[in-house]
């Protein structure tokens, strides 16, 4: 295929190594605690893979003979810049231990694994992808390993190819299926480990023993590159107010680290606005009181960082969608005999006092959102509305009211950008590069010690990469019981933003001198060759989380 260049200079890149890693390893065991409140519950579900220990890894000068072992791997879930090193990690891991090793790759996800559908990844495949962007060596899926003729289905493709390990790299729901999987085959004796990888580039995967997501580092340089780009061309254009929605629907992590990195004017953080009970009406009121204060000083332009899942986080809003998803999911088939132009108004007589005004509020575009975008459960795909310009146009309107009462001075004008794809696949940054090929590389080094249902964790990671320290951390440790589809199940608990966190500190110290000064950062694109200092920082979050 053909190369650009910097696929052509990524491939000289060689990722680092935890000191830990290098040569042999001993596993140390450290105290594990449970943090969550359903201990028994969990306990329970999982007799075989509950209460296992914290591992570490260390140095050692023993030489150690492993046998030759087959392993698989699965890309699960939403894409992440780093995917690939996490397989070429595991490739090195398991060559190193014995150079007759084997992986195999199962093609587009979980269902390769159901399915019989792999491949196995040679040296000249691996090395055809180290250091680059996407998923695309093996593909990606989202099907769940949950039922038990799946995990019947899987053990026999594994066992057909001798496999003792499988590696599923994903999110939340993905490494709780892992460790569902994990128990299972435990259970049975198949003699079967099962380890997991932390992705998500939402950054909402992460706890004490797991500093970060992969591909959340990468994502956000990605996205606060166009930002900054965007509010150049505010900053020169200064005629428009730019409404930039970001991904993260469960967790605001990626707007906040996009604010800490560029500056913007407003960023709303879904967790506060939640916290302090605001109605669409006091975010609406807020963003257009910045517009008219920063009119006042002729200044009619700026930017808007918006998080994806806002619109769930909005107590009122939050209520709606649920009377809405419980009417419709009743009245589905006399639903569908309205015509469109009425649907509107029989929405409203049919909804609560409450919600019939908070629905009557809102611009016919996200009404209709509401009730025509369903998913296949029969709820309202949030993430499919345009927030960005809801809010705009909202704002526009309490604008207008405004010049009327003489309150606004300005003009108001706006511009809408929705930043997702495009920072899913990019080339991973220096951090993520080495962090998932160490993350890969300890998956390894768990499955030689003959660890199940871990998460690999490597740690410490705001220092110089051979002081990070690798390990694995028991999946059931993260795990709570939550309500999904109307059952009791465990889950991996997802990390919303912490409002008495140093990250959202330090942006809540600065927004409101952001507010009403143009104080644009430019970070412009990643930066992959020179000073350690340009090159390999982590995020700003993580930094100040670790209070570096």
């Given at each position: 295929m053909t190369k650009s260049a910097l696929q052509i200079a990524r491939a000289a890149y060689q990722p680092k190594l935890p000191k830990a890693l290098k040569g042999a390893v001993k596993a140390v065991a450290g105290a594990a605690t449970q943090s969550v409140a359903d201990q028994e519950a969990?306990?329970?579900?999982?007799?075989?893979?509950?209460?296992?220990?914290?591992?570490?890894?260390?140095?050692?000068?023993?030489?150690?003979?492993?046998?030759?072992?087959?392993?698989?791997?699965i890309l699960s879930g939403g894409q992440a810049p780093g995917g690939h090193n996490v397989i070429s990690g595991i490739f090195d891991g398991i060559k190193n231990l014995n150079k007759d090793s084997k992986l195999y790759g199962f093609i587009l996800g979980p269902g390769g694994l159901v399915d019989h559908n792999y491949m196995e990844l040679t040296a000249d495949i691996i090395d055809e992808y180290r250091n680059t962007g996407g998923f695309d060596i093996i593909g990606s899926g989202r099907t769940k390993l949950e039922k038990e003729d799946q995990f019947e289905k899987g053990l026999e493709i594994l066992k057909q190819l001798d496999i003792k390990a499988l590696v599923i790299i994903g999110g939340d729901d993905s490494n709780t299926n892992a460790c569902v999987l994990a128990e299972y085959y435990a259970a049975k004796k198949c003699g079967v480990q099962v380890i997991g990888c932390p992705k998500t580039i939402d950054g909402d995967l992460k706890n004490e023993m797991i500093e970060t997501s992969f591909g959340f580092d990468t994502a956000c340089k990605v996205y606060s590159e166009v930002i900054g780009n965007i509010q150049r061309d505010c900053n020169s254009a200064r005629k428009y107010w730019h409404f930039i929605k970001l991904m993260g629907r469960s967790a605001s992590h990626i707007a906040l680290e996009c604010a800490l990195q560029v500056q913007p004017n407003v960023c709303i953080i879904s967790e506060e606005v939640e916290a302090n009970d605001m109605s669409l009406d006091d975010v609406v009121t807020y963003i257009a009181q910045v517009v008219a204060n920063r009119a006042a000083q002729g200044n009619n332009f700026g930017t808007v960082l918006i998080p994806e899942g806002l619109i769930e986080f909005?107590?009122?809003?939050?209520?709606?969608?649920?009377?809405?998803?419980d009417f419709l999911a009743a009245n589905a088939e006399e639903f569908s005999q309205i015509k469109k132009s009425h649907q509107r108004d029989y929405i409203i007589r049919k909804l609560s006092p409450e919600n019939a005004a908070i629905y009557a509020s809102l611009p016919e575009g996200v009404?209709?959102?509401?009730?025509?975008?369903?998913?296949?459960?029969?709820?309202?795909?949030?993430?499919?509305?345009?927030?960005?310009?809801?809010?705009?146009?909202?704002?526009?309107?309490?604008?207008?009211?405004?010049?009327?009462e003489g309150k606004f001075v300005?003009?108001?004008?706006?511009?809408?950008?929705?930043?997702?794809?495009?920072?899913?696949?990019?080339?991973?940054?220096?951090?993520?590069?080495?962090?998932?090929?160490?993350?890969?590389?300890?998956?390894?080094?768990?499955?030689?010690?003959?660890k199940t249902g871990y998460m690999s964790s490597v740690r410490n990671t705001t220092a110089p990469a051979d002081q990070w320290i690798a390990g694995g951390v028991p999946i059931t440790m993260m795990m709570n019981m939550e309500r999904r589809h109307g059952?009791?199940?465990?889950?991996?608990?997802?990390?919303?933003?912490?409002?008495?966190?140093?990250?959202?500190?330090?942006?809540?110290?600065?927004?409101?001198?952001?507010?009403?000064?143009?104080d644009y950062v430019y970070p412009g694109?990643?930066?992959?060759?020179?000073p350690t200092e340009v090159c390999d920082q982590p995020t700003k979050t993580l930094q100040l989380e670790q209070a570096k």
């Open positions: 969990i306990q329970k579900l999982f007799p075989n893979t509950y209460g296992m220990p914290l591992i570490k890894f260390e140095a050692t000068d023993e030489v150690a003979n492993f046998p030759a072992m087959n392993v698989g791997v909005i107590p009122a809003m939050k209520r709606l969608i649920a009377e809405l998803n009404a209709r959102q509401l009730t025509l975008d369903r998913d296949p459960h029969g709820n309202v795909q949030v993430s499919l509305i345009e927030t960005e310009k809801l809010l705009s146009e909202m704002v526009a309107t309490k604008l207008a009211a405004w010049k009327e300005g003009k108001f004008a706006s511009q809408h950008h929705f930043f997702g794809y495009e920072g899913r696949c990019a080339a991973p940054s220096n951090y993520d590069a080495d962090y998932c090929y160490s993350l890969g590389y300890t998956a390894a080094s768990l499955i030689a010690n003959g059952e009791m199940k465990p889950v991996i608990q997802k990390a919303l933003v912490k409002l008495d966190g140093a990250p959202f500190k330090a942006f809540a110290a600065q927004r409101d001198q952001w507010a009403i000064t143009t694109p990643i930066q992959y060759f020179g």
